[in-house]
């Protein structure tokens, strides 16, 4: 329990699924003791901000957040760059590695999300970053009604009939998801590998995606985002925040 704690930075609650999985049951305060008894517990808190949000009924694999996070640290001498998509529903990801996030990159980017995607992609929700529209950024903006000029991204998601959703601005955790996924890849992934060439980095994030799909979620309560997907073509859909 302590290896696993140190290795993967899991919580107690998910060291106690894993466990329970393994014939080991253990509830969750007393992992936490032991946790704090080995000083183990994260050295760092962040406050939550609390936002109000409408709980929108969205059927399964309805939304999918996107968002950008830049590789820590670079490889080989150059700044790379991991794209994020994830969700809502089943917290079923998928990343890729480019290097620049550059108009192009997110379309090949939602093109590769399309193929790989075990379901059909109704709709997709980004921040308000120049890569993915022009809304707030650039010249002719697209929010002037006399001067409408659509981003390449929502171009081709017309194409694709998928829908686009931008967050506020100045209100990340309106695609906390895939915010929150960020944070795990820094804590889990980042923090505790090095990368020699792109291709080791893009070897090591496919097994970490293959990885993060197989894990028990606080959010959904113990199961695995492989195994909400499942339950999602059986059940009927969950609110989601939209």
């Not at 894990?215 to 939209?242: A, D, F, Q, R, Y």
Request: hydrophobic content about 35%.
């Amino acid at each position: 329990m302590i290896e696993l704690r140190k290795d993967k930075n899991r919580c107690a609650l998910k060291l106690s699924w894993q466990l329970a999985k393994e014939g080991i049951v253990i509830h969750k305060n007393t992992i936490q003791k032991i946790i704090k008894k080995e000083n183990l517990v994260r050295k760092y808190r962040v406050k939550k901000l609390k936002y109000k949000y409408i709980k929108v009924p969205l059927g399964k694999v309805e939304l999918v957040e996107i968002d950008i996070k830049y590789v820590p640290n670079l490889v080989s001498g150059k700044q790379y760059y991991q794209f994020t998509a994830i969700d809502c529903a089943s917290r079923w990801r998928y990343m890729r590695i480019y290097d620049d996030y550059s108009n192009g990159s997110s379309m090949k980017f939602l093109k590769e999300l399309i193929v790989i995607a075990p379901f059909r992609i109704r709709a997709i929700k980004t921040d308000n970053g120049a890569n993915f529209t022009n809304r707030y950024t650039g010249y002719l903006k697209s929010s002037d009604p006399l001067n409408p000029r659509l981003h390449p991204l929502d171009l081709l998601c017309q194409k694709l009939n998928i829908i686009h959703y931008l967050i506020d601005p100045g209100k990340p955790a309106q695609n906390g998801k895939v915010e929150r996924s960020h944070r795990t890849d820094q804590e889990t992934f980042y923090d505790k590998n090095t990368f020699k060439t792109l291709k080791d980095l893009k070897t090591k994030i496919e097994i970490w995606n293959n990885e993060y799909n197989n894990l028990e979620h606080c959010g959904l309560n113990g199961k695995t985002p492989n195994e909400m997907l499942v339950l999602l073509s059986i059940n009927e859909p969950t609110n989601v925040c939209g």
